[in-house]
């Protein structure tokens, strides 16, 4: 449970939700933690965004996060 | 990135004596693990895992109390690591009740929209996730939900190590993502080496390397490794959502003593939302399973393979003890990566 995964943020909806994309799945998440908008991205944690990322940290962390949480959930 | 060679070569350059640091993260683990890292690290120089996973270190009177809830006809929710810890009497998902798997706490809500039954989320989690629950509880929801506030912070218990000793630790690498939210003014009064530390086997190398640097050099300070996504404030606006909802309070950890300072109480004006109140429940000290020795791998004294019923009695599929159910249980992250020494 102590994931976090960068996502790009795609839409912010009422209510502080926000649709952001992991690259290769897109889901809801809550907004309340952060000041973003549509294009930045975010460390996304239990449904979440927790921090915003710069664009090259958000997609070179993804990249390393990928690998570790699948060898985690095997 | 720096290739892991030279750092590695770097790092055995430098290593001259016995080294132990402690990292706090279950994610770190996993990924030394998966890289076989400690297979490349010099002889002296060893790296253990500290009370970094927020499943483990519930205590298994706080369980008990889900599973008091649970017969008490509420709907729980949680995460899907804590269904799976043994209590007492069985584990959530194992008796029977109307036990919920639910992403975060905002899930939880929405089935306690749907439903006239009482819902109560087992709110566990440190820094990190804490916010999450204040932020959902600003919301007001409805009155039919509550919490069960199982929440730490980890200074409190860096400082509790700290002052025991027993794990003789040179340092410790500071868990990323707690530090993404809480950043690491807090650790700074720590008289002992600290570095923030990322995830990727290089990262955790660079972090070693600094750790040994500093303690070679005689420093004592916090230095960031992992700037990509911590800066030293964290994030101020989740940090002040958690106070405005939660203050600290005197808690017990698995495998520690009470730790003054290191659990999340609900204030008063949130009380309406406390499932320990709202139902009467207890939380009681619970002696831990005979040969189960989690307590001692929470503290950086004990590998799991020290553990007598580690991949006998103890596996992944039949969990004794907490840390062989987590994703981020040292016991269970070296049961699947079969770890050795
Ligand atoms: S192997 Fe099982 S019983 Fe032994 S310490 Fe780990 S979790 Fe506890
Ligand atoms: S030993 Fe258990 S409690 Fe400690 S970090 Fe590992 S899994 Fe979590």
Redesign the pocket.
């Known amino acids: 449970m102590c994931i976090a995964v960068p996502a790009e943020v795609l839409e912010i909806k009422e209510g502080n939700i926000g649709v952001v994309d992991y690259g290769d799945l897109r889901q809801e998440v809550r907004l309340d933690l952060v000041d973003v908008e549509v294009g930045e991205f975010v460390l996304v944690h239990v449904g979440f965004a927790i921090q915003k990322l710069s664009r090259e940290e958000a997609l070179e962390t993804r990249k390393i996060f990928a690998v570790v949480y699948a060898a985690m959930e095997e | 990135m720096t290739g892991g060679k030279e750092i590695a070569q770097a790092l055995k350059k430098e290593v001259d004596r016995d080294y132990t640091f402690m990292h706090i993260c279950g994610t770190h683990e996993a990924s030394i693990a998966r890289s076989g890292l400690r297979s490349v690290l010099p002889e002296q120089l060893k790296i253990v895992m500290g009370p970094g996973c927020p499943v483990c270190i519930t205590p298994q009177g706080e369980i008990d109390a889900a599973l008091e809830l649970a017969e008490k006809d509420c709907i729980i929710a949680t995460y899907g690591d804590l269904v799976r810890v043994p209590g007492t009497k069985g584990a959530l998902e194992s008796v029977g009740k109307d036990v919920k798997i639910v992403q975060g706490v905002h899930k939880a809500v929405e089935i306690a929209k749907k439903t006239d039954r009482e819902v109560v989320f087992i709110s566990v989690g440190f820094e990190t996730t804490a916010p999450t629950v204040a932020a959902t509880l600003l919301t007001q929801p409805p009155e039919n939900f509550s919490i069960l506030c199982c929440h730490r912070f980890v200074p409190p218990a860096m400082e509790f190590l700290l002052s025991q000793g027993e794990a003789k630790l040179d340092g410790f690498m500071l868990p990323g993502h707690v530090c993404v939210v809480a950043g690491y003014k807090e650790y700074e009064h720590f008289p002992v080496p600290q570095v923030v530390a990322g995830f990727e086997p290089d990262d955790i190398l660079l972090g070693l390397l600094m750790l040994v640097r500093q303690v070679k050099e005689g420093r004592a300070e916090v230095e960031n490794a992992y700037p990509r996504a911590v800066c030293r404030d964290g994030n101020p606006k989740a940090m002040a959502m958690m106070h405005r909802v939660f203050e600290p309070c005197d808690v017990e950890w698995r495998g520690f003593p009470v730790i003054p300072g290191s659990g999340l109480r609900l204030r008063k004006e949130f009380e309406q939302y406390d499932a320990q109140k709202k139902f009467a429940i207890e939380i009681r000290h619970v002696e831990k399973?005979g040969?189960?020795?989690?307590d001692?791998?929470l503290r950086g004294i004990?590998d799991?393979t020290?553990?007598?019923?580690?991949?006998t009695?103890?596996t992944p599929r039949k969990?004794?003890?907490?840390?062989?159910?987590s994703h981020e249980?040292?016991?269970?992250i070296w049961?699947l990566y079969n770890q050795k020494k």
């Not at chain 2, 020290?306 to 991949?311: A, E, H, Q, S």
């Not at chain 2, 249980?329 to 269970?332: H, L, N, R």
């Open positions: 399973h040969a189960c020795i989690c001692r791998v004990a799991p020290d553990c007598k019923l580690f991949g009695a103890c969990p004794v003890g907490p840390c062989m159910v249980g040292a016991c269970k049961a």
